[in-house]
Structure formats: structure tokens, C-alpha cells
């Protein structure tokens, strides 16, 4: 009898040429060896099917089995197994990777619309020591962000701002359309630059205690929730905070997508594996108060006992 697993796997490798099995998405890898391989293909392919193996237990286990290869991420290519992340990046610099996509790979780039604010421009402008130089914009498969000055490389796609040269490499470029960058002082001649990028996702954000109380005081409509034991919220907790038990889960997955959700725990880090679950879900607007009850108590409310 053939497993029905290994079915759904065999429809999956043939729906795409290129299939990525990996944890997290294209736009949002959930482990370095996926952000890896998702680097390498980016470079080279402007769209490919990625599935997830966080959000089913049965594709992540039963891929495995399908391939005989223990990891993830593992790439399909014509429905053929082609191997992990070792394997690909061995592959790409060796060039074997580019000839087995073939024509898949884009000839170019297309340029993207960035956006410089008059201060950034200026900001910029003070770091430009000659002709050659301009605005280099890496951005990473997680969305991480290097702005430098540079000079035109070979393979780099060109635009331009506010009169300011910008140089990005092709997988930037794919993830660059659309963003806005500015620069805001911080009123004693520092400052930093603001990135406004609609290409990406939504991401688990982080809130100081203070922030939470700044919030309620402001009167804004979230939910506190609170993912520590019973025992603990026993021993302490923060009032108004909705305990995320059974009925907790259900009554948060029945809200509408773009509530704002804060998380918290007794130091921060179960609240923030909690809150990329729910963000998998597709809430959008999700929070991890950082330091948990901890720093509440020693920040906001000391009357809230610390253990």
C-alpha cells in the first residue's frame, strides 16, 4: 500500500521544478541552514516553491523518509532530489548549481524603486569621499539590513534617489522595491536610519516593559498574553493578562488577524517561541515583551513579586 505521506511529498516535487523542503519560508527561513540555501537560490531564481516543515509534522518527518537524508533543508529540482545545504552550497560555487536551474535563472535584475529621504540623503552624502562611491543595500534572507558606501561591482543593479548613486546585488534588488529609508537624529548630533521595506513579512517584534505600560496608559487596544504555568501565575502576575490555557488559545486564534498580540512569560524566552507560533498563524501584529514578569516587576510595577 503506498503511504500517503510519500504521496502528498511525490504531488509537492512534481507541482514546481523547484521545490525547497526547509523550516520557515522563502521570506522568513526559521534555521541558518534554510536562510542559507534560500541565499544561494535567490541569487539565481526569481520565484520557486518552498514548503514548510514547522507547520506539518508529518511532511517534516516523512520527507526524510521520502529522500533517505536525515536534514532539512532539502532541495527538488524536476522532481529529483538534489541534496542539503552542503550540498547545494558545494554546488553553487562550483557552478553545477546554475547549469541543473538553467533556464531558470533570470538574465538580470530588474531595478528597484528606492526611496531617500531628504536626511538620509544628507547622511549619506557625508560618508561619500569620491566619484566612484555610492549607497550599497544588502539585504538578507531574513530581512537583515547593511547599508555602506561602495563602489559599483560587477552583476550589481543601479538606481538612484535624492541624486545619490545606489548599488544592490540581484537578490537584494528582489527584496529592495517599494523601500523607504530616512534618517532620524537623535537630537545630539547621532542618530540612525529608518527602514520602511513593504516586501517584508511580519515579524515578531519586541517591547520593553515600559513600552507595555506606555501602551496601556495611552489606552490602546491589545492582548496581554501570558504563556507561563498556572503555577507560576500563582506566585505572580501582570493584571489584565489573558493566560494562554486551552480556552486562552481559542479565544486568541478567534480574533481578527491584525490584533495587536503581546507576549510575555518570566524572561522573555518562551513568550517569543509562542509568539512566532501565533505569527504562523497569520496574526500580523505580533509582540514579545522582552525580559518578561521579570523586568515588569523591577521596571513597571515592583509590587509584582519576583521569583
Avoid at 559599483?152 to 543601479?158: E, F, R
Avoid at 537630537?187 to 515578531?204: A, T, W
Avoid at 509582540?287 to 513579586?305: F, H, K, M, Q
Wanted: with cysteine; proline share 6%.
Amino acid at each position: 500500500m503506498t503511504d500517503p505521506i510519500h504521496a502528498k511529498i511525490t504531488e509537492i516535487v512534481q507541482s514546481d521544478k523547484v521545490v525547497l523542503f526547509m523550516k520557515g519560508s522563502r521570506h522568513f527561513p526559521q534555521c541558518g541552514f534554510s536562510a542559507t540555501v534560500v541565499g544561494i537560490l535567490d541569487k539565481l531564481l526569481p520565484s520557486y516553491k518552498t514548503v514548510n516543515v514547522l507547520s506539518d509534522p508529518a511532511i517534516r518527518d516523512g520527507i526524510k523518509s521520502f529522500s533517505s537524508w536525515p536534514t532539512i533543508p532539502q532541495l527538488y529540482v524536476g522532481g529529483q532530489f538534489v541534496g542539503g545545504c552542503d550540498i547545494i552550497r558545494d554546488m553553487f560555487e562550483a557552478g553545477e548549481l546554475q547549469a541543473l536551474l538553467g533556464a531558470d535563472a533570470p538574465a538580470a535584475a530588474k531595478e528597484p524603486s528606492v526611496t531617500l529621504s531628504d536626511a538620509a540623503v544628507a547622511a549619506f552624502r557625508g560618508a561619500v569621499e569620491s566619484a566612484d562611491d555610492a549607497l550599497r543595500i544588502e539585504i538578507g534572507p531574513n530581512f537583515e539590513y547593511d547599508l555602506t558606501v561602495d563602489a559599483k561591482k560587477a552583476g550589481d543593479v543601479v538606481t538612484a534617489s535624492g541624486g545619490l548613486t545606489i548599488v544592490i546585488d540581484p537578490a537584494s534588488a528582489r527584496r529592495a522595491d517599494g523601500m523607504k529609508i530616512d534618517f532620524v537624529s537623535d537630537g545630539s548630533g547621532g542618530g540612525g536610519f529608518k527602514i520602511d521595506n513593504p516586501n517584508e513579512p511580519p515579524r515578531v517584534r519586541s517591547l520593553s516593559a515600559t513600552d507595555v505600560k506606555a501602551m496601556r496608559d495611552r489606552g490602546d487596544a491589545f492582548e496581554l498574553i501570558d504563556v507561563r504555568t498556572d503555577a507560576e501565575r500563582r506566585t505572580a502576575s501582570i493584571a489584565g493578562a489573558r493566560w494562554l490555557d486551552d480556552a486562552g488559545a481559542e479565544h486568541v486564534l478567534g480574533l481578527p488577524k491584525d490584533t495587536p498580540l503581546v507576549f510575555h512569560c518570566h524572561h522573555g524566552t518562551r513568550s517569543r517561541a509562542a509568539a512566532e507560533r501565533f505569527l504562523s498563524q497569520g496574526f500580523t501584529r505580533v509582540y514579545n515583551l522582552e525580559g518578561g514578569i521579570e523586568a515588569w516587576s523591577t521596571s513597571v510595577d515592583p509590587s509584582v513579586p519576583r521569583y
